[in-house]
C-alpha cells in the first residue's frame, strides 16, 4: 500500500468522525461510558468478524503489553479524559481545547524516525485549521472561559495529548497489524463498563430509532474508523492527516445542520474556508518540489 493510498485510508476514519454527533444525539440519554462500552463492544467485534474469513488475523492478538498499553492507554483514556472534560467544562471550550490534538500530531511527528523535517507549511496549515474550528466555536456566541472550570479544560487538554501521543507512537508500532484494534476495542469497552457501573445509572435507548443510531455509531465513528485510522497514522502522510482532522468539527456541523439539530451560522462558512485553506496548505508542501 503506497503512502497516498494510506492517506486516503485514513481520511475515512476523519468521515466517520464527522458523523459522531449525529448519532450520538439520536442515540438519545444514553450515558457516556455506558455509550462508550456498547460501541466499542460494537467496534471490536466488527473486527472480530473478519477473522471468519481471515482465521489469521488473530494471531495480532499476541503482542507485548506495551502495545496493548498504548492501544487500550489511547483510546480509553482519551475517552475518559474527554467524559470528564465535558462533565467539569462547559461544552464549547472544551471541545475547542481537545481539537489542539491535530496540532499536536503535526508538532509531535517531527521526533518520528525516517521522517522528513517539519516544514513551516505544516505548522501553518495546523493553525488555520485550528482558527478555522475557534471559528465555528466562537460563532455559536456562548465561548467564554471560566475559571471554576479549571479542571475541565485540564482534562480536555490531557485528552489532547493522549490522542495525538496515541496517533504518533502507533507509526513507531507499524509492524503491528491493525487487527489488534479489535482486542484494543474490547478492552476500551470492559473498562468503559467498569466505570460506568461506577458513576451513572444505566439508560437504554428508547425505540428502533435510537437504538438504530446506536448500532451506526458503533459500526462507524466508533468502529471501522479506528481501524482507517490506523491504517492512515502507520502508513500515510501522518501530518497530513493531522491537519485534515480539522475538517470533521465543520463536517459534522453542516451535517446537524442538513439533519436539523443545528442552525446554519455565518461562522460555519468561515471555519470552512480556514480548514480548507490549512490543508491545500499542508498538501503542497507534502507534494514534491518538482510536483507543485
Not at 494510506?6 to 461510558?33: C, D, E, N, Q, R
Not at 471541545?95 to 491535530?102: A, K, V
Not at 448500532?215 to 485534515?244: C, E, H, M, S, T
Request: net charge positive; hydrophobic share 55%; glycine share 14%.
Amino acid at each position: 500500500m503506497t503512502s497516498r493510498t494510506a492517506t486516503l485510508v485514513g481520511s475515512g476514519a476523519i468521515l466517520l468522525w464527522s458523523l459522531l454527533a449525529l448519532f450520538t444525539a439520536a442515540s438519545g440519554a444514553v450515558p457516556p461510558f455506558q455509550l462508550a462500552a456498547m460501541t466499542f463492544c460494537l467496534g471490536g467485534l466488527l473486527g472480530c468478524a473478519s477473522w471468519l474469513v481471515r482465521p489469521a488475523g488473530i494471531r495480532a492478538l499476541r503482542q507485548p503489553w506495551p502495545v496493548w498499553a498504548l492501544g487500550i492507554g489511547g483510546l480509553f483514556g482519551y475517552h475518559a479524559l474527554y467524559f470528564t472534560a465535558l462533565r467539569l467544562a462547559p461544552p464549547a471550550e472544551a471541545g475547542l481545547l481537545n481539537y489542539l490534538w491535530p496540532l499536536l500530531i503535526v508538532l509531535l511527528s517531527a521526533a518520528l524516525p525516517g521522517e522528513a523535517g517539519l516544514k513551516p507549511a505544516h505548522i501553518l496549515g495546523a493553525l488555520l485549521g485550528l482558527s478555522g474550528v475557534a471559528a465555528l466555536f466562537a460563532g455559536r456566541g456562548d465561548l467564554q472561559f471560566e475559571a471554576g472550570a479549571l479542571p475541565g479544560y485540564a482534562a480536555s487538554l490531557a485528552a489532547a495529548f493522549v490522542w495525538a501521543g496515541y496517533s504518533v507512537l502507533s507509526r513507531r508500532v507499524g509492524a503491528v497489524p491493525t487487527d489488534a484494534v479489535a482486542g484494543f476495542c474490547l478492552g476500551t469497552a470492559a473498562l468503559s463498563l467498569l466505570c460506568h457501573r461506577a458513576f451513572e445509572v444505566t439508560v437504554w435507548p428508547q425505540g428502533p430509532g435510537p437504538w438504530a443510531a446506536l448500532i451506526a455509531l458503533g459500526l462507524g465513528p466508533v468502529g471501522a474508523a479506528f481501524y482507517l485510522w490506523d491504517v492512515g497514522v502507520k502508513r500515510g502522510d501522518i501530518r497530513l492527516l493531522g491537519i485534515a482532522s480539522y475538517a470533521a468539527p465543520v463536517l459534522s456541523t453542516l451535517i446537524l445542520v442538513g439533519a436539523g439539530y443545528a442552525p446554519a451560522t455565518p461562522a460555519l462558512g468561515v471555519a470552512c474556508a480556514l480548514i480548507v485553506a490549512g490543508a491545500l496548505v499542508a498538501a503542497r508542501a507534502a507534494r514534491p518540489r518538482g510536483r507543485r
